[in-house]
């Protein structure tokens, strides 16, 4: 099991990364919650991992911290849901959020989100309300998601590319390619980079 990797941030295309750890280069697919987190390319980064091995791939699935990871490993424990589905939850609101939505049993939250009906998101409110009690009671949802120290932005590229950067990342998640271009759409502004374009677009879909 791989659980940790510390590295140099070689590139960053949402929702996945490239770390170069002593001439190795470990690709990662990150949630966008912990993707939002990542410092400059070129910087160091430390990543909590989850290894996944399936017959036809060996994927690995990052974290900014051991409770989004923690969260991720109940989450696919759950009846019907895979690595992408947990990566579209925690890339659609942060781990308290999901955490909050379960303790309160708000399914319209779950359903917001792709890939999630009415009976799976009741079903997982069914299945983790107890699990996910070892993470303790969080009330306080409101507060900003706050960067890593020394965490940056990428920079401004041109609209076109931002567009299509965004909307590719949200099609990653899960979202229908036309959708995902109008959600980009309907929140682009000039001078906004990519990652700014996805978090606004995931959270005017909830």
């Not at 969260?71 to 959020?97: C, D, H, W, Y």
Request: with cysteine; aromatic share 6%.
């Amino acid at each position: 099991m791989i659980g940790r990797i510390r590295g140099t941030l070689v590139e960053k295309q949402p929702p996945e990364i490239l770390v170069d750890v002593a001439g190795v280069g470990y690709e990662i697919q990150m949630p966008m919650t912990s993707f939002y987190q990542l410092p400059a390319p070129g910087d160091e980064v430390v990543v909590y991992t989850h290894f996944v091995v399936r017959e036809d791939a060996q994927l690995l699935f990052g974290f900014a911290d051991k409770m989004e990871r923690g969260l991720f490993r109940e989450l696919i424990k759950a009846n019907g849901v895979g690595p992408k589905l947990g990566l579209t939850i925690l890339s659609g609101m942060s781990a308290s959020q999901f955490l909050v939505c379960v303790q309160n049993e708000d399914v319209s939250s779950l359903v917001a989100m792709p890939g999630i009906g009415k009976k799976t998101a009741e079903r997982l409110v069914v299945e983790l309300k107890d699990r996910l009690a070892k993470f303790g009671n969080i009330q306080d949802v409101n507060l900003p998601h706050l960067p890593m120290e020394g965490a940056t932005g990428n920079a401004v590229v041109p609209l076109n590319d931002t567009r299509e950067e965004a909307a590719s990342a949200l099609v990653s998640l899960g979202y229908k390619p036309a959708q995902a271009s109008k959600m980009v759409s309907g929140v682009y502004e000039q001078g906004m980079n990519s990652e700014t374009v996805i978090r606004e677009a995931l959270k005017a879909a909830l």
